[in-house]
């Protein structure tokens, strides 16, 4: 049994599709490694439909407004039928402006050198959900119609989280990414406040501006360029998929949505509805936002001790199916407790 000093309670949710079987692997490593968290399992999503509930169930609301930490697997949004994402209603109903999404190379061999973090603009934008049909002849859904909206405070809010984070860090550099060129004013809005927010870090990191289709080419080009992004809520959620595919797939990239009250932690990909059951899925993506989340509670030992044990393990060759391996979920669920249990000097 693992030594676990101090405990406090979070939020659960499984989610569907691949969301429980990669649910269980964590649990299992987390056990090992002696995680202070004590969960409060909750239902969002297909399974809480199913439960005859809200897709987003007062009592998940409340226990999220609670523990103020919560752990989410991937949740199935049917693209047509009127359902909103029950994650974009979650950042809403928490004001978690801010999605922190790094990438970083855990397996060299297709570029070696990436670690960039990328912070998207989690409420605004073309997420908004202002969208209508305007019916032309017989075909009601001739023209589709979408709003995007960003404001000079929520814009501030999160470029001014970008850059702490970087001095935090020690990052030098972030780099702002728009389209201002064609999108004069939704876009433009968002490079201005960069610029505004910029100017109270003078000498301590410098804001590079970069236009998001020279962006999606340089970061496939030349990857350790980049320090850290941020970026409004579509772009930012397109090139965080391009980051991970750069590092080694979304099997491997973890998120975070930050607010000041909550904050939610997740994997990027989605509920995988192609091999969702199979038993094949990779919980990297899932372990590693509980390593953002142990770094959020200030647990910064155990956060490294879980790095360094998916690194050596995936190092050693133990991978599953997507990474070209041929672990099944649990095999390498049990591969990364025998990691943590081996002793070797924790790494960031
Ligand atoms: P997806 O991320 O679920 O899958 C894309 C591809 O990556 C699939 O081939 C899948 O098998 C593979 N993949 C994803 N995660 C993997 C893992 N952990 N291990 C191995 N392979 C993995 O994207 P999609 O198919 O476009 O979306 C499916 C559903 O998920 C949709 O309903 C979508 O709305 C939802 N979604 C939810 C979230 C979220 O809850 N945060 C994020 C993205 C998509």
């Not at 390498?332 to 249990?341: E, G, K, N």
Request: with cysteine; net charge neutral.
């Amino acid at each position: 049994m693992a030594n676990r000093s101090r405990t406090m309670e979070a939020t659960l949710i499984p989610g569907d599709g691949i969301g429980p079987e990669i649910t269980e692997a964590v649990l299992q490593v987390l056990e090992a490694l002696g995680a202070p968290f004590v969960w409060d399992v909750q239902q969002a999503g297909t399974t809480a439909v199913e439960a005859g509930l809200d897709p987003l169930p007062d009592a998940t609301l409340e226990s999220i407004r609670r523990t103020g930490l919560a752990l989410k697997g991937p949740l199935t949004t049917p693209s047509s039928g009127g359902y909103r994402s029950v994650t974009v209603r979650m950042r809403e109903a928490f004001d978690l402006y801010a999605n922190v999404r790094p990438g970083k190379t855990i397996i060299p061999g297709r570029y070696d050198n990436v670690d960039i973090i990328l912070v998207r603009e989690n409420l605004e934008g073309l997420y908004v959900g202002r969208e209508h049909y305007i019916g032309v002849g017989a075909d009601p859904h001739a023209v589709g119609v979408g709003i995007g909206i960003n404001t000079k405070e929520e814009a501030h809010r999160v470029i001014r989280y970008a850059f702490d984070l970087a001095v935090r860090l020690g990052r030098k550099r972030v780099t702002v990414v728009h389209k201002a060129n064609i999108l004069k004013i939704l876009s433009g809005v968002f490079l201005e406040a960069a610029q505004e927010v910029a100017r109270d870090y003078h000498g301590r990191v410098t804001l590079d501006e970069s236009i998001v289709d020279a962006c999606a080419m340089q970061l496939v080009m030349a990857p350790e360029r980049f320090d850290v992004i941020v970026t409004t809520n579509l772009f930012g959620d397109i090139l965080s998929d391009l980051i991970a595919g750069l590092v080694g797939g979304l099997g491997l990239a973890p998120g975070a949505n930050i607010g000041d009250k909550a904050a939610i932690f997740e994997a990027v990909h989605g509920s995988a509805p192609d091999i969702a059951g199979k038993g094949v899925a990779n919980p990297t993506a899932l372990l590693m936002a509980v390593g953002m989340m142990l770094d959020h509670v200030g647990e910064t030992a155990k956060a490294n001790h879980l790095r360094a044990a998916i690194l050596a393990t995936l190092q050693a060759g133990e991978k599953t199916r997507d990474l070209g391996g041929s672990l099944r979920t649990p095999e390498f669920a049990q591969a990364i407790i025998r990691s943590l249990q081996k002793p070797r000097r924790c790494q960031g």
